[in-house]
């Protein structure tokens, strides 16, 4: 699994990015990360984007397990684990907050998670996991359709440190790095992830987040934070806010 990593010490911060994206979109928070966090901190591609492999299926325990090979190796028993998820990497936080795949983090935020499921959408996922990768004949088209999947566009272009490894080179052009397999997720038992932690669960949403609301999140975590007038990608949009909930409680 691809993976970066920086900072010192026995702590570490586990940095997990959203369906589409890649672990880049970290890059503003790791950017502040050495006044910021005091310890180590990785922020990985999940199974399925980026540089990390593919995998057969991609069911959250499965991601759940892979990344938490990924991680063990780099986890401090002295040290804390802190888990920092977005959208679906917040789902693949609150899988580990269980202990069931062989750590349990301290402590997990999860900022941006899709709780509301129409049937429709599950459907249209469905049909997403179930098509070929779609190539493009430049690379200027693949950027554009990227930025859009990753939620990117208007926050970022292609030259952005956020949107590395984003795309790829293919036999027929370009397209996107993520496996279209990935989108086969399903729905998150979010009531019984919450209800399965281990640790401490810190939910938080950009206030203007279209994926998700502030009623939704407090029916699962009274004290969710607003972390201000953003939208979805906070962490890459306020990386100051993201760092300043995790503070917080940390």
Not at 75 to 85: E, Q, T
Not at 120 to 143: G, H, V
Request: hydrophobic share 45%; charged share 20%; proline share 6%.
């Amino acid at each position: 699994m691809y993976l970066e990593r920086g900072g010192e010490g026995p702590d570490l911060l586990l940095m997990l990015h959203g369906m589409g994206a890649t672990g880049a979109v970290w890059s503003p928070l790791c950017a502040g990360a050495g006044s910021r966090w005091a310890g180590r901190w990785i922020a990985l591609d999940l199974p399925g984007h980026g540089q990390s492999d593919r995998q057969d299926a991609y069911a959250i325990g499965q991601t759940a397990a892979a990344v938490a090979r990924a991680a063990l190796p780099h986890v401090d028993p002295a040290g804390r684990l802190v888990v920092l998820g977005h959208s679906l990497g917040g789902v693949i936080g609150l899988a580990l907050a269980t202990g069931w795949f062989g750590l349990t983090p301290h402590r997990v935020f999860a900022a941006g998670i899709k709780i509301a499921w129409s049937d429709d959408e599950l459907r249209r996922m469905e049909t997403l996991a179930s098509q070929p990768a779609k190539n493009f004949s430049t690379e200027e088209e693949a950027w554009e359709r990227y930025l859009k999947v990753s939620g990117l566009a208007g926050i970022a272009d292609a030259a952005a440190p956020v949107v590395a490894r984003g795309i790829q080179r293919s036999t027929e052009g370009w397209r996107l790095a993520m496996d279209p397999r990935a989108h086969g997720v399903g729905k998150p038992p979010m009531s019984e992830l919450m209800a399965l932690a281990r640790c401490p669960v810190h939910l938080g949403r950009g206030r203007d987040d279209a994926l998700v609301t502030m009623e939704q999140m407090r029916a699962l975590d009274p004290e969710a934070s607003d972390l201000g007038p953003h939208g979805h990608n906070v962490m890459v949009e306020a990386p100051a806010r993201v760092w300043d909930w995790v503070a917080s409680f940390t």
